[in-house]
């Protein structure tokens, strides 16, 4: 479909954190590929553009995945009767292993794409495994379903099985540099690689320092993991006993923002000097509340993190998260929010459903520009919802609505239409 174009219906997004906008039957208009913004009637300069009537449905901006895993999806809403570092060994790394085989790989990564073309996902930030032929593979799967995405080849050289402990520092970052010039060969337009060292534990110092130095040389984000469970936490002390705090191992090879962007999933127990150094850094934290609580890690202090200013957006973290669903991902941020503020800390408010809406759109959205609303300047990512197909006995004003189909997990069924970076998917 053309990149100028307006949608009617009822728009519902969140400028900012603790607002929630709702305007009913109106207009947003994308011209030349941006958002131009919402307009109770359409001002004349764009009268000549093509409108799609999407009359009662309701319309929202694409929604923000800051953390997945790929490789896992396969045994999603399986082995959750472990914490982090057991679940590792006898579930994430298994399966991993397997995309040493690409016929497996292409067969299991399409899989993901097509659930993930379909749900209210249009960005996500995903790690694959350490095997760059099945990595590619995902690149040109997610390429072709149009969500807008970053996508790592995982490193590791230490503390994983044999099978996906990389036969060295230098192999591992050749390997590296490798995927990342066939990736600028491809020509992908929605589609970019990031830099993934899995953790610390399964990282030699060797290895996160040539990682730091690709980084600087291609100009690329980073992901990772940051103070997820106390036993991977006690761990990282042992392994780098020089580092003042968690997150300080990464940030000793460049590897925590500053002079790139970097994205930290989970950031259960930062302590305050760790929490300092994102914010000095500006490093995003991707908040993922099903996961933390499927095995067994914890519950993150969000709500410190909003009014400390930090950058946050959520994820979904399959297969520690039981499910793709960004809609499930914000009702498990606002359920998470009351346990914290009922049992950790009572001045913790827990989150309201605005400020999780905007956590899974503009929040995380920052990660990848100006993303996640409809305000004039912003990519025009947009997903147009039916939320008639769970009927009330009684007329429900438009908020309610909107929070309803959260709830109801009417991603799963609803969405009829989709837009990511002003081009059709759905």
Same mark, same amino acid.
């Given at each position: 479909?053309?990149?100028?174009?307006?949608?009617?219906?009822?728009?519902?997004?969140?400028?900012?954190?603790?607002?929630?906008?709702?305007?009913?039957?109106?207009?947003?208009?994308?011209?030349?590929?941006?958002?131009?913004?919402?307009?109770?009637?359409?001002?004349?300069?764009?009268?000549?553009?093509?409108?799609?009537?999407?009359?009662?449905?309701?319309?929202?901006?694409?929604?923000?995945?800051?953390?997945?895993?790929?490789?896992?999806?396969?045994?999603?809403?399986?082995?959750?009767?472990?914490?982090?570092?057991?679940?590792?060994?006898?579930?994430?790394?298994?399966?991993?292993?397997?995309?040493?085989?690409?016929?497996?790989?292409?067969?299991?990564?399409?899989?993901?794409?097509?659930?993930?073309?379909?749900?209210?996902?249009?960005?996500?930030?995903?790690?694959?495994?350490?095997?760059?032929?099945?990595?590619?593979?995902?690149?040109?799967?997610?390429?072709?379903?149009?969500?807008?995405?970053?996508?790592?080849?995982?490193?590791?050289?230490?503390?994983?099985?044999? /099978?996906?402990?990389?036969?060295?520092?230098?192999?591992?970052?050749?390997?590296?540099?490798?995927?990342?010039?066939?990736?600028?060969?491809?020509?992908?337009?929605?589609?970019?690689?990031?830099?993934?060292?899995?953790?610390?534990?399964?990282?030699?110092?060797?290895?996160?320092?040539?990682?730091?130095?690709?980084?600087?040389?291609?100009?690329?984000?980073?992901?990772?993991?940051?103070?997820?469970?106390?036993?991977?936490?006690?761990?990282?002390?042992?392994?780098?006993?020089?580092?003042?705090?968690?997150?300080?191992?990464?940030?000793?090879?460049?590897?925590?923002?500053?002079?790139?962007?970097?994205?930290?999933?989970?950031?259960?127990?930062?302590?305050?000097?760790?929490?300092?150094?994102?914010?000095?850094?500006?490093?995003?934290?991707?908040?993922?509340?099903?996961?933390?609580?499927?095995?067994?890690?914890?519950?993150?202090?969000?709500?410190?993190?909003?009014?400390?200013?930090?950058?946050?957006?959520?994820?979904?973290?399959?297969?520690?998260?039981?499910?793709?669903?960004?809609?499930?991902?914000?009702?498990?941020?606002?359920?998470?929010?009351?346990?914290?503020?009922?049992?950790?800390?009572?001045?913790?408010?827990?989150?309201?459903?605005?400020?999780?809406?905007?956590?899974?759109?503009?929040?995380?959205?920052?990660?990848?520009?100006?993303?996640?609303?409809?305000? /004039?300047?912003?990519?025009?990512?947009?997903?147009?919802?039916?939320?008639?197909?769970?009927?009330?006995?009684?007329?429900?004003?438009?908020?309610?609505?909107?929070?309803?189909?959260?709830?109801?997990?009417?991603?799963?069924?609803?969405?009829?239409?989709?837009?990511?970076?002003?081009?059709?998917?759905?």
């Amino acid at each position: 479909m053309s990149r100028n174009l307006i949608l009617k219906g009822n728009i519902c997004h969140t400028p900012e954190k603790d607002r929630l906008e709702i305007r009913e039957d109106a207009y947003v208009v994308c011209g030349e590929g941006l958002c131009r913004g919402i307009f109770d009637t359409i001002p004349d300069k764009y009268l000549g553009m093509e409108i799609v009537d999407c009359a009662g449905k309701l319309i929202i901006p694409g929604l923000v995945d800051l953390h997945t895993h790929a490789p896992q999806f396969a045994y999603r809403g399986t082995g959750m009767d472990e914490e982090l570092m057991g679940w590792l060994e006898r579930y994430a790394f298994p399966e991993e292993s397997r995309y040493a085989d690409t016929g497996y790989a292409a067969r299991a990564y399409g899989i993901v794409t097509e659930k993930l073309k379909r749900g209210a996902t249009t960005r996500v930030v995903m790690f694959a495994t350490i095997h760059p032929e099945a990595t590619l593979i995902l690149m040109d799967c997610m390429e072709k379903s149009g969500v807008v995405s970053y996508i790592g080849k995982v490193n590791m050289d230490r503390n994983a099985s044999p /099978e996906l402990t990389e036969e060295n520092a230098a192999r591992s970052a050749e390997d590296t540099r490798r995927f990342i010039r066939e990736c600028a060969s491809r020509g992908y337009r929605r589609t970019k690689p990031i830099i993934t060292p899995r953790f610390v534990p399964c990282c030699t110092d060797e290895l996160m320092e040539a990682l730091g130095r690709i980084r600087k040389e291609y100009d690329l984000p980073v992901q990772s993991h940051l103070s997820e469970n106390p036993e991977e936490i006690e761990f990282v002390r042992e392994l780098a006993p020089e580092a003042a705090f968690y997150g300080d191992a990464y940030d000793r090879f460049g590897l925590f923002g500053k002079d790139g962007r970097t994205v930290m999933a989970h950031c259960v127990y930062s302590p305050a000097e760790e929490v300092q150094r994102m914010l000095d850094n500006g490093v995003w934290i991707a908040h993922c509340p099903g996961s933390n609580m499927n095995i067994a890690s914890g519950i993150a202090p969000v709500r410190h993190y909003l009014e400390r200013g930090l950058r946050i957006g959520l994820g979904t973290d399959v297969a520690g998260g039981d499910s793709e669903s960004m809609f499930r991902a914000v009702t498990d941020a606002i359920r998470a929010s009351k346990m914290y503020w009922r049992y950790i800390d009572h001045n913790a408010k827990p989150l309201t459903f605005p400020e999780a809406f905007w956590l899974a759109s503009k929040g995380g959205g920052s990660f990848f520009g100006k993303v996640g609303s409809f305000e /004039e300047g912003y990519a025009f990512d947009a997903v147009v919802l039916d939320d008639s197909i769970e009927p009330s006995a009684r007329e429900l004003p438009l908020r309610d609505r909107l929070e309803r189909a959260f709830y109801q997990r009417l991603d799963k069924q609803g969405i009829i239409m989709k837009f990511a970076d002003a081009e059709q998917i759905l």
